[in-house]
């Protein structure tokens, strides 16, 4: 285990098993974010008679001539985005060839590890029929895909072939167009090892996940117990502890917590040895107040005190983590912005209203620092002040849910109980659209203390239900 060579293999190898096997994240991202703009993009249309090209609209090109240009360019965005989820190691064709393993083809075992090649005697009858789409061949013997996926894919477009335009047949015969994703890979990145492992790794887990009989064998992608995430995190069995590999598990844990495995990344802390806990190892667990004990004057440490000390209503604790920050760093908007919440909080609404008005000042497109002010001055019975704030906040196109609360508190205060109605009803609506209960929920000591009566509270809740 002393081979530098060897433990570089390895890490690389412990990566890539966490990017092909977190799938979920990569499905999503893919579906959510980058297949609708694709699907802008294109100017084709599935029908009960396949694939038909549409015509351009000559009313869309006069009044938006340059709205095929930036389709265009969204497509070519979103098809870069891909790419690099696959140069960086992410499985992002998982999810669209899973429905292509039903095929007889792969009732066969052996085939889920064979290496692709076009002689393979249970493709045949697929091959003879794309006899001419010469590019096709080029592109599956040299694309992106993995071996298991070349075979499904090749399977699948004999299958299609028929629906597809006639001009588009065409063209792939004389080599002008090739299917989307099918790009050649460079012969030096082909050999590759790690692209070579990565294939392989590849075909691995969609056998494991989608051979029909996979219930009768084990899966070594499934974990055996509720403390894994997933079984291929290798680098924390007890044979690696005391090697170099624990040098590497630091680069391993930033990548965890970016993909948001949590089980994972507790179970790879755990294995990290006591001599290597240091500042970074106790801000990854969010352990701030060891991480303070070692490095006084660490950024992030006194950021998560501070936020660690607000949660849990010491706003005291937290004011005072903020000063000290704001001595180091001065210019931070954010740091000046929530000592001032700190200090309302605490209900000194002058000295926060004087961070907040040179804020305001500084900066009044900053909606964070109007949304405070307005609530300070509210809270401080300078509803008249707040008055302009909350007009400004409630211009924006999609307000802060909790701006239609505060400002709903401030018209109650006046005495305008319609408008206030009208505002809470409005902030009621918001937080049942995110899944909250249907009971208004105010901040009832709040009111009590400004002189609003009980039997005003429920008033108002039966008149805002009403509405």
């Not at 009313?59 to 340059?66: A, M, R, S, Y």
């Not at 004011?319 to 909080?345: D, F, G, I, T, W």
Request: with cysteine.
């Amino acid at each position: 285990m002393q081979d530098a060579k060897v433990v570089d293999e390895l890490t690389e190898l412990q990566m890539q098993l966490i990017y092909t096997t977190d799938v979920s994240n990569d499905t999503k991202k893919i579906r959510e974010e980058i297949m609708p703009n694709l699907m802008k993009s294109n100017s084709f249309k599935l029908t009960n008679e396949g694939l038909v090209e549409t015509e351009n609209d000559p009313l869309e090109d006069i009044l938006h001539p340059d709205a095929a240009e930036e389709r265009m360019e969204k497509m070519e965005e979103s098809m870069k985005r891909m790419l690099d989820m696959q140069k960086q190691g992410s499985d992002i064709f998982f999810s669209g060839f899973a429905q292509m393993k039903r095929s007889p083809f792969f009732y066969d075992m052996s085939n889920w590890f064979v290496p692709f090649y076009m002689q393979h005697p249970d493709i045949a009858e697929h091959v003879d029929k794309l006899e001419g789409f010469h590019l096709l061949e080029i592109a599956m013997l040299r694309g992106p895909f993995c071996n298991s996926d070349k075979y499904s894919f090749l399977i699948a477009f004999q299958q299609m072939l028929h629906q597809l335009p006639e001009n588009i047949v065409q063209m792939m015969k004389r080599g002008e167009v090739s299917p989307s994703g099918m790009e050649e890979v460079p012969k030096e990145e082909r050999t590759n090892p790690a692209y070579i492992r990565r294939s392989y790794l590849m075909d691995m887990y969609r056998f494991f996940m989608l051979f029909p009989n996979n219930k009768s064998l084990y899966n070594p992608y499934v974990p055996q117990n509720r403390e894994e995430q997933f079984a291929g995190l290798f680098i924390t069995s007890a044979l690696f502890l005391h090697t170099p590999m624990d040098e590497r598990k630091p680069s391993l844990v930033k990548l965890l917590k970016k993909r948001k495995l949590e089980r994972a990344f507790e179970q790879l802390m755990m294995s990290i040895p006591r001599e290597m806990h240091d500042v970074n190892y106790y801000l990854w667990k969010g352990d701030f107040e060891r991480a303070l004990e070692l490095d006084p004057e660490n950024e992030r440490a006194l950021a998560g005190h501070a936020r660690n000390r607000f949660k849990a209503k010491d706003y005291e604790g937290a004011l005072e983590a903020y000063e000290h920050l704001l001595l180091n760093y001065p210019e931070k908007r954010n740091y000046m912005l929530n000592k001032a919440v700190c200090q309302v909080s605490m209900e000194d609404y002058e000295e926060a209203q004087k961070v907040l008005y040179q804020l305001n000042y500084e900066h009044p497109e900053d909606m964070n620092v109007a949304h405070v002010l307005a609530w300070s001055l509210t809270s401080d019975g300078k509803m008249e002040q707040a008055e302009g704030l909350y007009q400004q906040l409630m211009a924006q196109e999609n307000p802060n849910p909790a701006d239609f609360l505060n400002y709903g508190y401030s018209l109650w205060l006046q005495g305008r109980i319609n408008k206030a109605a009208e505002q809470l009803r409005k902030y009621a609506k918001a937080e049942m659209e995110q899944g909250a209960s249907a009971e208004l929920p105010l901040d009832e000591a709040w009111l009590q203390m400004r002189g609003i009566k009980e039997t005003d509270i429920r008033m108002m809740k039966a008149l805002v239900m009403m509405g």
